[in-house]
């Protein structure tokens, strides 16, 4: 009964850019299964209500399906793909962007007794579970507020932190703690794959990334790596592919400049791991880039 409500809600209220009423909550529908297209995954609670979906990490895999949700700490290149969907049942999802500062707030209120004990390590930035009879309850309270414009603005912010609360005291809950804590493991490495992100075109020493990150060496690799399922080397060339990719999008004919651009000097190099990364060369995949859309509001939902 939970999910068909669920996806009665999430059916009317879907929009073609997948925002709705309520700032930071998202709604995918999907009608075909696309392969698989990378993207960014945000920091977001994923709910699947119909359809499943699977998501690539790395090496690491995830599937979730309905009734099952996600959780992504850290915004992160990811390859998705709808393996359930169609025109006659597409595929719909929930989201909701987390905030490591109303986590915080939570965290705090609630007290270290009613949460688990979060251990000292980094978890990994990814997670998927059973969603809990009361998660979606919540989530179902929240999409209902769609409907009654006058109770949003008051009752809509109480139904996030309710929904939040489930997470944090839920199976994943150490993947979302660890976003609200500011001297977490998993917050240093947030602070170097921002670091990476911004500075992805140019070369680095892993020390001086753990330095910033205000860890050593061993524990800044062991802790990366749990993270995100790569090195921080391999983590900044998917970023590089990734933005190369934007790039080509809008400089279709410019294939040694955008690799430039990105940080590659070799171009043979940039074309071998640009083929490698999407299946195509970069002129090849820049044709077809022409006629497709390249980045996705939300890499955890499309």
């Given at each position: 009964?939970?999910?068909?409500?669920?996806?009665?809600?999430?059916?009317?209220?879907?929009?073609?850019?997948?925002?709705?009423?309520?700032?930071?909550?998202?709604?995918?529908?999907?009608?075909?299964?696309?392969?698989?297209?990378?993207?960014?995954?945000?920091?977001?609670?994923?709910v699947?209500?119909?359809?499943?979906?699977?998501?690539?990490?790395?090496?690491?895999?995830?599937?979730?399906?309905?009734?099952?949700?996600?959780?992504?700490?850290?915004?992160?290149?990811?390859?998705?793909?709808?393996?359930?969907?169609?025109p006659?049942?597409?595929?719909?999802?929930?989201?909701?962007?987390?905030?490591?500062?109303?986590i915080?707030?939570l965290?705090?209120?609630?007290?270290?007794?009613?949460?688990?004990?979060?251990?000292?390590?980094?978890?990994?930035?990814?997670?998927?579970?059973?969603?809990?009879?009361?998660?979606?309850?919540?989530?179902?309270?929240?999409?209902?507020?769609?409907?009654q414009?006058?109770?949003?603005?008051?009752?809509?912010?109480?139904?996030?932190?309710?929904?939040?609360?489930?997470?944090?005291?839920g199976?994943?809950?150490?993947?979302?703690?660890?976003?609200?804590?500011?001297?977490?493991?998993?917050s240093?490495?947030?602070?170097?794959?921002?670091?990476?992100?911004?500075?992805?075109?140019?070369?680095?020493?892993?020390e001086?990334?753990?330095?910033?990150?205000?860890?050593?060496?061993?524990a800044?690799?062991?802790?990366?790596?749990?993270v995100?399922?790569?090195?921080?080397?391999?983590?900044?060339?998917?970023?590089?592919?990734?933005?190369?990719?934007?790039?080509?999008?809008?400089?279709?004919?410019?294939?040694?400049?955008?690799?430039?651009?990105?940080?590659?000097?070799?171009?043979?190099?940039?074309?071998?791991?640009?083929?490698?990364?999407?299946?195509?060369?970069?002129?090849?995949?820049?044709?077809?880039?022409?006629?497709?859309?390249?980045?996705?509001?939300?890499?955890?939902?499309?």
């Open positions: 009964m939970q999910l068909e409500e669920l996806r009665t809600l999430l059916d009317r209220h879907a929009r073609p850019d997948w925002t709705t009423a309520i700032d930071g909550v998202l709604i995918s529908k999907v009608d075909q299964a696309d392969p698989p297209a990378p993207s960014m995954s945000g920091t977001v609670l994923a699947i209500a119909q359809g499943a979906k699977r998501l690539a990490l790395g090496e690491r895999v995830y599937e979730y399906g309905a009734g099952q949700y996600l959780v992504a700490s850290v915004d992160l290149p990811v390859t998705g793909q709808f393996t359930q969907a169609g006659e049942r597409p595929a719909l999802g929930f989201g909701l962007t987390l905030q490591p500062s109303a915080a707030e965290l705090l209120q609630g007290g270290p007794a009613d949460t688990p004990r979060t251990g000292t390590g980094a978890p990994p930035a990814i997670a998927v579970s059973d969603a809990s009879p009361a998660l979606l309850d919540a989530v179902i309270r929240l999409l209902r507020l769609l409907d414009p006058r109770d949003r603005a008051v009752l809509a912010p109480l139904v996030k932190r309710e929904i939040l609360w489930r997470v944090i005291t199976e994943q809950g150490a993947t979302v703690r660890h976003l609200g804590l500011a001297d977490s493991g998993l240093h490495i947030s602070r170097a794959v921002r670091w990476i992100r911004e500075h992805y075109a140019q070369p680095f020493r892993v001086d990334v753990a330095h910033l990150s205000g860890m050593s060496v061993s800044f690799y062991r802790n990366f790596q749990a995100t399922a790569m090195s921080p080397i391999q983590f900044q060339k998917q970023i590089r592919l990734q933005e190369a990719r934007l790039l080509l999008a809008t400089h279709p004919g410019d294939v040694t400049g955008v690799g430039q651009r990105v940080g590659y000097d070799n171009p043979s190099q940039f074309s071998r791991e640009y083929r490698r990364r999407f299946g195509a060369p970069p002129s090849q995949d820049a044709a077809r880039l022409r006629h497709t859309a390249t980045r996705s509001p939300a890499g955890v939902l499309t």
